[in-house]
């Protein structure tokens, strides 16, 4: 089992940077493949950025228009997104969800195969 928990959202103003983190607890012997996701009110959940266990591996979604930073520190078992250039449209909450994988170089867009998800932090950018 791994336990995520996300933090570092909050309100901010647009133009403004936010940089959320992921803390992994329970299972962190072998990094997992992360993503992160967001979800807007009345929305479906949208992809936002994914990284390898290894931190060698990024992909993210084109949806966002400020640049994505995601970034991992497998010694402390944290996971980043750093956000910039936020737009009222980014306000969401945003999870951060984890897939156990022999390939150290994996990533996973589909939120079906992620097996843990944290309770998410909320972003508000406000306009």
């Known amino acids: 089992q791994v336990q995520l928990v996300e933090s570092g959202g909050g309100l901010v103003q647009a133009g403004d940077s936010l940089r959320l983190s992921c803390a992994a607890s329970?299972?962190?012997?072998?990094?997992?493949?992360i993503g992160w996701y967001r979800q807007a009110p009345d929305k479906e959940r949208e992809f936002v950025a994914a990284?390898?266990?290894?931190?060698?591996?990024?992909y993210y979604t084109d949806s966002m228009q400020g640049p994505l930073t995601i970034s991992r520190d497998n010694a402390k078992n944290m996971v980043y997104l750093q956000m910039n250039s936020l737009k009222p449209e980014d306000s969401a909450v945003y999870y951060c969800a984890a897939r156990p994988t022999d390939n150290s170089r994996a990533f996973y867009v589909d939120p079906r195969l992620y097996y843990y998800w944290g309770q998410g932090t909320r972003v508000t950018v406000s306009s």
């Open positions: 990284i390898s266990p290894d931190g060698g591996v990024t």
């Open positions: 329970g299972r962190t012997s072998t990094p997992d493949a």
